[in-house]
């Protein structure tokens, strides 16, 4: 069974970080395409970052320069930087392998 796990939102303000974790299991995301999504209250799910199996990876527009997507294969865990942030990132933020997806992490920007 396939699990991919989301920690580490929580209440931040302008302005700061935080490090979003996905961990998998009953999986290798090793040679897999991931990517991170985000939710915010009354919108459509939107792509956030994506990273291809060989490493390329794609932003969206209003995270380019904040946010960066890595993976450690040893850890089998996929990771979200995000720096620099707005309230506008305020969201649930959701890991998939493009075939499962998450339960999701909130994060809130807010003073």
């Known amino acids: 069974q396939v699990q991919l796990v989301e920690f580490g939102g929580g209440l931040v303000q302008p302005g700061g970080s935080l490090r979003l974790s996905c961990a998998a299991s009953g999986i290798s995301i090793t040679n897999r395409n991931m990517g991170w999504y985000r939710r915010a209250p009354g919108t459509q799910r939107e792509r956030v970052a994506t990273m291809v199996s060989n490493g390329a990876t794609n932003y969206a527009n209003s995270v380019k320069g904040r946010f960066t997507i890595s993976r450690d294969n040893a850890k089998n865990t996929v990771y979200l930087q995000m720096d620099s942030l707005k309230p506008e990132d305020t969201a649930v933020y959701y890991c998939?392998?493009?075939?499962?997806w998450g339960q999701g992490t909130q994060v809130t920007v807010s003073s």
């Open positions: 998939t392998t493009f075939e499962d």
